[in-house]
Every structure is written in C-alpha cells, then in structure tokens.
C-alpha cells in the first residue's frame, strides 16, 4: 500500500526571491541543517548533496538528490534519499508571493513502501521549515532538538 504525500503550508514573510534562495543556497542550507555542506545543480537530473563530517569525524554523505525542475522563484522539484540515496522519495515546493508574505506548499511523496525515512521526514519538515522561516524573516535560526 502506498504511503500517503506528506504535505506542509508555510508562510514566510520575505519577498519571493529570498524565500527561493533559502531553499537553494550553500549559505541557507549550512544554516537550516547545522553546517552541512550543500551542492546543487539547478539543472533537470542535477546533483544535490549535503554532506559533512560522520560520526567517526570522516566525511559523509548525509542525503543524495537529484534535480527534476526548477523553476526560479516558483517551483521546485527533486528526489532525494539518506545517504548514498539508494531509496528516494520526490519533493514539490511551490512559492506563491501573497501581499508581503509567500506561501510556501512542500509535498513529499512517492515513497517506496520500504522507505525507512518516511516518519524521520513527516517529522522533519516541519522543523526544517520552521528554521528556514526564522532564518528568512529574522537572520538567526534555532538549533534542532
């Protein structure tokens, strides 16, 4: 049986550029995900990674993506999984500019019945885009728990 989308609406009070930035940028992601390292290629199958230092102090991949479209400052879609990314599920983040804020929709779907990530992620995204909001509307973030 399929795992129902996961699905998060956010409002971030910026302009529609900075909230673009905050999800494609080196400097917005090492904030969000505590220093990691983060690679893009905005191109369709462009690779993304965040990775850093592992638990024995060598370098990691945390979580392997790929690019499936972007579409500045409005629309953005890749696939992603844990580590090498062997099982990968798909992310849609829509960004529509109302009055001075954004309303930022984030669907995570497609995952494999065996996907161990699913609940790490349903708990996860809301902690991530609550950080990335702080970020955006203030310059300073909280630590996750």
């Known amino acids: 049986?399929?795992?129902p989308p996961l699905i998060f609406t956010f409002y971030i009070a910026a302009p529609i550029e900075k909230v673009w930035n905050g999800f494609v940028s080196?400097?917005?992601?090492?904030?969000?995900?505590?220093g990691a390292d983060f690679e893009v290629d905005l191109r369709p199958g462009g690779a993304m990674t965040w990775s850093g230092p592992g638990k024995d102090g060598r370098p990691t991949r945390y979580v392997t993506g790929e690019v499936l479209a972007a579409e500045a400052p409005t629309r953005f879609e890749?696939?992603?999984?844990?580590?090498?990314?062997?099982?990968?599920?798909?992310?849609?983040?829509?960004?529509?500019?109302?009055?001075?804020?954004?309303?930022?929709?984030?669907?995570?779907?497609?995952?494999?019945?065996?996907?161990?990530?699913?609940?790490?992620?349903?708990?996860?995204?809301?902690?991530?885009?609550?950080?990335?909001?702080?970020?955006?509307?203030?310059?300073?973030?909280?630590?996750?728990?």
Do not use: C
């Open 1 to 3: 049986m399929a795992k």
């Open 26 to 34: 080196k400097e917005a992601n090492q904030t969000i995900f505590m």
């Open 78 to 145: 890749y696939k992603f999984g844990m580590g090498d990314g062997a099982v990968m599920s798909r992310v849609k983040i829509a960004l529509t500019q109302e009055s001075e804020a954004v309303k930022v929709v984030v669907t995570n779907d497609g995952f494999a019945d065996d996907d161990p990530a699913y609940l790490q992620n349903a708990e996860g995204w809301p902690r991530i885009l609550s950080r990335l909001k702080t970020l955006l509307e203030t310059g300073k973030t909280f630590r996750p728990h």
